[in-house]
């Protein structure tokens, strides 16, 4: 199969978590459990959702799993700041954990389960290479199949030997059915980073930074893979230093 290239590289923490609603019908946008209002950035928001679109066009249209995969994980890298803390909440704004760049890690980590992906289904069973700083291992299903994209527990565990130590989990769950060049359907993830604050230079302050990113299509049409009519809703959660902030809004195309 072929190698699958995309960057984790800097991936800052912060919100995500994206809103689940059948592939056939679509349901209002949950901000998630009850926490601080927080501000969404709109910008944020359609950025990450385009990416998703694009992830299900190159798996539907061009059948291609992999690169669905590297725009689908991208995705939820971009949904990092789409919640922040409103102006002149309490708490500050979680501090951005960086991590490396894992390009050929990651497509090491996908090549070593060989057989993993038979037709339109890919099934990782803990697919993972190792360094002396740093570890990839993938797990979960994606499948493409008569329109519909499908990921299943679709999990990214990242430790990275950077200043302190993190660990980041990032798990995607996707069902999207692609008609006539449109598209419904919900793509959600959750994820959570952790550092070693017992190590000297570490950040103080952060332990660890936990969120949920919810996107639900609401009749999106797309041509080359770019969305150009349709909305999205968008709801989202971080969790920082005890302090969990929410956010919904609607983001309309183009």
Known sequence: M????FSLASLALGASCWLA???DTTTAADAGPP????TVNPQAAKSSSTTLVGGVSKAVDGNDGNASL??????????????TPSAGGGAAKPSNVAL???VGQVSQAITSCEGACTGTTCDF???????????????????????NLKCVGLT?????????GSKTKITLDCDVQASASSLKGFVKSTGSTSLNLGDSGAPAGVGTVAWTYDTTFNDV??????PTSGSVKVAATTSVAGQTYTGSAEITFP
Do not use: H, M, N
């Open 70 to 83: 590297a725009l689908l994980i991208q995705g939820a890298q971009q949904s990092q700041s789409v919640v």
């Open 156 to 164: 990214y565990d990242i430790s990275a030997a950077t200043t302190g």
């Open 35 to 38: 926490g601080t209002p927080g």
């Open 21 to 23: 609603c059948s592939s």
């Open 125 to 147: 069973k803990g697919c993972g290479t190792e360094t002396p700083q740093s570890s990839v291992t993938i797990s979960g299903v994606l499948s493409w199949t008569g329109g």
């Open 221 to 226: 049409k797309y041509t080359a893979g770019k």
């Open 100 to 102: 490396r760049d894992f």
């Open 2 to 5: 072929k190698s699958l290239y």
